[in-house]
């Protein structure tokens, strides 16, 4: 599918970024990028260590450099860190580079998918769940903010969501395109 522009996920820690990311970019015929997959890769080492050796803002920084590289790429699908939106200049960046898509879901949900990862940093902070609310409470809005499309992935199959992303971003794409 030729002329959607890149694709960038924003949401939450277990809103589905990665799972529908890479069905998105099969579909679309796209490489995909995980934002926090590739700074793993690039330093040999998981979120989670980064995060006890540097600290969150030294895993922000390397978050922000790899944004900038990921979102340079054209015609790419990219799945973003859950706190990518925190850096007014990350934001800036996602939205300058292509249609960004909020993946929106609920911290019930949340709570569910994301029980039994370890990898998370911020859900061995205290109760996870209310971690997962402060969270919400103070990202949501800039989830919204950045991006240019909400798609609620509660309760809804991958490839449901897959097929609304790329309804709704045809019909931005072209929006006299009557059948998108």
């Given at each position: 599918?030729?002329?959607?522009?890149?694709?960038?996920?924003?949401?939450?820690?277990?809103?589905?970024?990665?799972?529908?990311?890479?069905?998105?970019?099969?579909?679309?015929?796209?490489?995909?990028?995980?934002?926090?997959?590739?700074?793993?890769?690039?330093?040999?080492?998981?979120?989670?260590?980064?995060?006890?050796?540097?600290?969150?803002?030294?895993?922000?920084?390397?978050?922000?450099?790899?944004?900038?590289?990921?979102?340079?790429?054209?015609?790419?699908?990219l799945?973003?860190?859950?706190?990518?939106?925190?850096?007014?200049?990350?934001?800036?960046?996602?939205?300058?580079?292509?249609?960004?898509?909020?993946?929106?879901?609920?911290?019930?949900?949340?709570i569910?998918?994301?029980?039994?990862?370890?990898?998370?940093?911020?859900?061995?902070?205290?109760?996870?769940?209310?971690?997962?609310?402060?969270?919400?409470?103070?990202?949501?809005?800039?989830?919204?903010?950045?991006?240019?499309?909400?798609?609620?992935?509660?309760?809804?199959?991958?490839?449901a969501?897959?097929?609304?992303?790329?309804?709704?971003?045809?019909?931005?794409?072209?929006?006299?395109?009557?059948?998108?």
């Amino acid at each position: 599918m030729q002329g959607l522009p890149t694709i960038i996920l924003v949401g939450p820690m277990g809103a589905g970024k990665s799972t529908i990311g890479r069905l998105l970019a099969a579909e679309l015929q796209r490489e995909f990028f995980d934002s926090d997959h590739e700074i793993e890769a690039r330093c040999g080492a998981n979120i989670a260590w980064i995060f006890d050796v540097e600290g969150e803002a030294g895993f922000r920084d390397r978050e922000t450099a790899m944004l900038r590289e990921l979102a340079s790429l054209d015609a790419v699908v990219l799945a973003t860190g859950g706190g990518a939106v925190m850096r007014e200049d990350n934001r800036q960046a996602l939205r300058e580079r292509g249609t960004v898509v909020y993946l929106a879901t609920s911290v019930e949900q949340q709570i569910r998918r994301t029980a039994r990862d370890r990898n998370r940093p911020l859900l061995r902070q205290g109760n996870p769940e209310q971690v997962l609310r402060d969270l919400f409470a103070k990202r949501d809005p800039l989830y919204r903010a950045t991006a240019d499309l909400v798609v609620r992935t509660d309760r809804r199959g991958p490839r449901a969501v897959v097929n609304e992303i790329i309804r709704r971003t045809k019909r931005l794409s072209d929006p006299l395109d009557l059948k998108a």
